[in-house]
């Protein structure tokens, strides 16, 4: 990743999500179900042959009476050398390290990505 694509400022909340500026003038936001859906840790993504256990809180609930969730927070957000943050989650995810280049590649801004329609550009 070069220098001009390392994020400039973040805002997180943790009820709502993570803004980014980026160095080369992207701003990207990520909503906290996609944030979660798109954990990069070896568990979610089935790294080393394992299934997958990827997560869909920014999808619909299915059926007339969908179960209850718990509205998904992020407990505590902690920074990982200068390259990631870990996000501690309310459902007691912790494993997941997202490095900026991971958070750029999976900007999900019309721009980046014109068929995502989860989040966008600010």
């Given at each position: 990743m070069t220098l001009a694509s390392d994020p400039e400022h973040i805002a997180i909340s943790k009820s709502r999500g993570i803004d980014i500026d980026w160095k080369d003038g992207h701003q990207s936001h990520y909503a906290l179900a996609y944030l979660r859906d798109e954990c990069p840790c070896a568990g979610c993504t089935g790294a080393h042959g394992t299934v997958p256990e990827k997560t869909n809180y920014s999808g619909t609930g299915d059926g007339p009476f969908p179960m209850f969730k718990a509205p998904l927070r992020m407990n505590e957000v902690e920074p990982v050398g200068h390259y990631a943050i870990r996000i501690h989650w309310s459902d007691g995810?912790?494993?997941?390290?997202?490095?900026?280049?991971?958070?750029?590649?999976?900007c999900p801004c019309e721009q980046c990505d014109p068929k995502n329609e989860k989040a966008g550009c600010l």
């Amino acid at each position: 990743m070069t220098l001009a694509s390392d994020p400039e400022h973040i805002a997180i909340s943790k009820s709502r999500g993570i803004d980014i500026d980026w160095k080369d003038g992207h701003q990207s936001h990520y909503a906290l179900a996609y944030l979660r859906d798109e954990c990069p840790c070896a568990g979610c993504t089935g790294a080393h042959g394992t299934v997958p256990e990827k997560t869909n809180y920014s999808g619909t609930g299915d059926g007339p009476f969908p179960m209850f969730k718990a509205p998904l927070r992020m407990n505590e957000v902690e920074p990982v050398g200068h390259y990631a943050i870990r996000i501690h989650w309310s459902d007691g995810h912790k494993a997941g390290i997202y490095s900026w280049e991971h958070l750029r590649k999976i900007c999900p801004c019309e721009q980046c990505d014109p068929k995502n329609e989860k989040a966008g550009c600010l």
